[in-house]
């Protein structure tokens, strides 16, 4: 869920930077959006390998 939140939280700041014509508060904002993203990648690898386990656990 910490993906969501950072996603949610980088596009406000790049929104109200953008808006406002803060660059340092846009640029913060394009980080938080692009960790975001980067957990939700890494959660989803979790779940391939989890996937992956539970099939062959469940084959012996």
């Known amino acids: 869920m910490g993906e969501w939140t950072d996603k949610l939280k980088g596009r406000v700041k790049e929104t109200v930077g953008t808006a406002t014509g803060d660059r340092e508060?846009?640029?913060?904002?394009?980080?938080?959006t692009l960790k975001g993203a980067v957990k939700e990648k890494i959660e989803d690898a979790k779940r391939v390998i989890k996937d992956a386990d539970d099939e062959v656990k469940g084959r012996r």
Request: proline share 0%.
């Open 25 to 32: 508060l846009e640029a913060e904002g394009k980080k938080d």
